[in-house]
């Protein structure tokens, strides 16, 4: 089982730390490193999460085609957040470098346990094993007054978040006495006129949303994403998304897709605010982490799009997208990584020169953001195409002009973000009397991450069917 093995690996790692000397701590990432490499192997090569599909701890716990697409998909995450902490580990205190990958690998285990989530005891555990994990991993520079005051705010925010999540439970239960998904399927057209029951439904929403950083639960999202430890913002970006995607999937569409039918409108203005509200807020940064912290908050509307149009080909887009946006956000972030670690700033203006100092590293971010911003014919472009498409299906088949609305808004995202991804591209060729081109050197690791990021982007964009066959496989568990 795939869940055991990332807790082992974890508590293997913690350990490491006391019989490891500090100089030689960083080469414990490598070794976690291969060791998720295995289990990834191991997926891809069976039916199953190192098992067979079926469901276990009385439902509560599901293996199926949705949950293995998504473990994979976090376990490549963790993979490249790992090669980028071992290069950040010189600016992590001494003696904490180790916890730091365990923290990593824990934080992985709770986004396994989400994807399989069948019940909403599974799904609260899982959401609690992430965010408290995430709540250290943000404010692990515990010398910096910045990463400390993201940390708080992500408790603050993230316990709300949770007590929203845990209320919304308990209406739920107390109006149905189910907790599990696929019982609740069954009897909650019993309960479609229950103010209560609604209100319940609603309440977990809102704790996903804080999870995805959608509108509007997303004022965490800059500030965390500024001050936390550079591989735990990449790892928030796409890992913790990610989780939140499929359990909002499990719970609108398997345990209450009664309800989520008649939720399009309100699924549709919250996707084009998140989109307009995330792109219009990214113009003025100048602080790269910010910037990419409201892009993600665009990114998620994005992705909302898939769950809107209430459809499979919706759904598997949505997946498809998330794929892509792993190499491509961990390509952006690795950059900022190598780049920025050795200054006081992390303002766009630290990129000046840098097709002089490092030509891998200037094309990887220029590709990186050319893909964000949705150009062909790389990944981001593709992912954007079938959301697209999947609305506009949406659209023709219900009749619903909101859907209509909605592409238009997409595409108004798709311009103004245009904007501020080029400008990063500008401050990388075009900027005036660069104060330092000194060379990059640059790992072998790091270099072998950064290829397969780039490796990702194309491959995804150029020959999306493997991956779109897969999420199509993994959709089909909703019909």
């Known amino acids: 089982m795939l869940e055991i093995s990332v807790i082992g690996l974890g508590l293997v790692l913690m350990l490491a730390d006391l019989f490891v000397p500090a100089e030689r701590r960083r080469f414990i990432g490598y070794a976690a490193i291969l060791a998720l490499g295995g289990l990834l192997v191991v997926s891809l090569s069976g039916n199953g999460s190192c098992g067979q599909f079926g469901t ?8 199926d085609a949705l949950s293995l697409f998504f473990k994979q998909l976090f376990i490549v995450a963790a993979i490249l957040v790992l090669f980028m902490a071992a290069e950040f580990s010189d600016k992590l205190a001494a003696g904490s470098v180790a916890e730091y990958y ?14 399989s989530s069948n019940d909403f005891t599974m799904l609260f555990v899982s959401i609690e094993l992430i965010t408290i994990t995430f709540y250290v991993l943000v404010s692990f520079q515990r010398n910096k007054l910045q990463s400390l005051e993201a940390g708080v705010k992500y408790l603050i925010l993230g316990a709300l978040s949770s007590s929203f999540m845990v209320f919304g439970i308990a209406l739920i239960w107390g109006t149905t006495g189910e907790l599990n998904f696929t019982k609740l399927a069954a009897v909650a057209p019993q309960f479609a006129d229950s103010r209560i029951f609604l209100l319940g439904v609603l309440l ?3 704790g996903l949303g804080f999870k995805i950083a959608a509108f509007p639960f997303q004022i965490w999202a800059p500030d965390v994403y500024q001050g936390a430890p550079t591989p735990t913002t990449a790892f928030l970006a796409i890992g913790s998304k990610a989780a939140g995607f499929v359990l909002l999937l499990r719970v609108l569409f398997t345990a209450v897709p009664s309800v989520t039918a008649h939720w399009a409108n309100l699924l549709i203005v919250i996707s084009g605010i998140t989109i307009l509200y995330g792109n219009l807020c990214a113009i003025p940064q100048r602080n790269l982490k910010r910037l990419l912290g409201y892009s993600s908050i665009a990114h998620a509307g994005y992705l ?3 769950v809107a149009a209430l459809s499979a080909s919706g759904q598997s887009a949505l997946m498809y997208y998330l794929a892509g946006y792993v190499f491509t956000v961990m390509a952006g972030f690795f950059v900022i990584t190598l780049v920025l670690r050795h200054l006081a700033t992390e303002d766009i203006s630290g990129l000046a020169g840098l097709n002089q100092r490092s030509p891998l590293l200037a094309a990887t971010l220029t590709i990186a953001m050319v893909s964000l911003a949705g150009i062909p014919p790389l990944a981001g472009f593709f992912g954007k195409f079938v959301l ?10 219900t009749g619903n002009h909101g859907y209509y609305c909605l592409a238009f808004t997409a595409l108004a995202g798709v311009i103004i973000s245009l904007y501020y991804y080029f400008g990063v591209i500008r401050a990388i060729y075009w900027s005036k009397d660069p104060t330092d081109l000194s060379p990059i050197e640059l790992s072998s690791p790091a270099k072998l991450s950064l290829w397969a990021c780039l490796a990702g982007i194309f491959w995804l964009g150029l020959f999306p069917n493997t991956v779109l066959n897969m999420t199509n496989l993994a959709a089909a568990v909703f019909k």
């Open 56 to 63: 276990a701890f009385g439902g509560m716990f599901v293996n």
């Open 102 to 115: 365990s923290l990593i690998v824990f934080a992985l285990a709770g986004m396994l346990f989400a994807a």
């Open 204 to 206: 977990v929403l809102v």
């Open 304 to 306: 909302l799009l898939g």
């Open 388 to 397: 697209l498409k999947a609305v506009i299906e949406a659209a023709q088949a």
